[in-house]
């Protein structure tokens, strides 16, 4: 029994670790992207009550937040895009999960500026 244990650690440790330590920091990267995007369009889209740096066009400050965002987006994809490259499995499965990704960037801004627009 030791035995077997040991195996499926050694195992663990080595195939699903680290797809599991990716898989979250791909994640935790998209959720905070899709968030600056988000914020940035709320702020572009109504005028907010304070005033941070004085009178700033909020609008261009807005896009600006938003730039941010999809430049993290952006690198965070092609970061993915490098990975599934370097693994062996078909194009159809890689741009599958591409689109996967687009697509879901694209329903977390709209989920989040939903939930604000509820405020």
Not at 44 to 60: D, K, T
Not at 75 to 101: E, I, P, R
């Amino acid at each position: 029994m030791a035995e077997l244990r040991a195996r499926w650690l050694s195992f663990y440790a080595a195939n699903v670790e680290p797809v599991y330590k990716e898989t979250f920091s791909h994640i935790e990267k998209l959720i905070i992207g899709t968030l600056i995007v988000s914020a940035g369009a709320h702020v572009s889209s109504e005028e907010p009550a304070i005033q941070l740096f004085g009178y700033l066009r909020h609008g261009l400050v807005g896009r600006g937040v938003m730039l941010v965002g999809v430049i993290i987006l952006l690198l965070n994809f092609v970061d993915g895009l490098t990975k599934l490259a370097k693994v062996n499995w078909h194009v159809a499965w890689q741009l599958l999960m591409s689109l996967c990704y687009i697509a879901v960037s694209i329903r977390l801004v709209q989920l989040i500026l939903a939930f604000r627009g509820g405020e």
